[in-house]
């Protein structure tokens, strides 16, 4: 094993994902040849020693690492360097890793620490959780049953409420970003939200104006854009109802089958996602309840203004319409 020498950095096997030292040439199980990662190190911290990457988007990479001081398996998130560039995002990142550090939920993957990398590329230790992702479900099925996709939806609506009561906004919610906890069989799912972006905080008096439309600007705006907001793509502060429309994006394509926009290119669906309505999830599920719909179009409205204020108006709209339209089958 290489020892905590900051001169090594992480290579990684394009195949498997597993992470080497650069002293290292080729993967050991897939005897392909290994490629650097922004020359980020091996051994972070003189502690976190990197396993393997989770995955990588605009903002930075996320790997799998081992706690050689504590003997765990965590998740660590290196942001690259040029995405706090600014010193009113750097200001803004160690406020809002402080807001997640203090969180305590079943429903969030906890925060446990933080740092900065020999480049000025800054860091984030978080709990690393193991289940299966809600994309995984969504791959296993066409369409979720109304029943599970509403207590579902009910579980992460509780998970962004604990967050934006602390301040926190997601800003890149996915069904990736879902993680099932519980087995298959049990009667009320369990899951916890990882991958919060740490990019803002969700208090208006230490909003940085702009931010958004510079890291669109960058290129920097996560990979999957399905589940972006109107306002992110206008270059807008996004606020915790931007969450509020990811959330609905994730129930409509739960009930639908799919999601209500699909482009190939980002300028195509950026043109439907501004000037579009959502198509009826009714022609696409005719089990779904008027009511119910009702609300998922409600989260899915262009203005933040017009759709539920909190996460926690959104679960209580989701119950009630399903509520309602049970007894009206019975």
Known sequence: MPSHDLDISVRACVSCRRCYGSNVQYCSDCFIELVGIDLIPYIIGGRYRLEH????????VIFAAHDNEQNREVAIKVFRSSALADPRAQDRFQREVEFASQIQSP?????LGNGVLPDASAYVVTELVRGRSLRDEMKKM???EIASAVAMLAAIADGLNTA?????VHRDLKPE????VSEPNDAQPAIKIVGFSFARVALGARFVPGTTGRLQARGMLPMRVTYLSPEQFRGEEADLRTDIYSLGVIAYEMLGGRPPFTARRTGEFAAKLLT???????????????????????ALEKEPRQRHQSAGEFKRALLSAQ???LRIVD
């Open 107 to 111: 429903l969030l993957a906890a925060t």
């Open 323 to 325: 509520q309602i339209g």
């Open 142 to 144: 066409r369409r979720f």
């Open 177 to 180: 970003c879902i993680i099932i």
């Open 164 to 168: 934006h009561q602390a301040g926190l």
């Open 53 to 60: 990457i989770i995955s990588r988007g605009g903002m930075g």
């Open 276 to 298: 579009e309505r959502a198509p009826s999830l009714r022609a696409l599920n005719p089990e779904i309840n008027v009511l119910l719909q009702a609300e998922i179009l409600r």
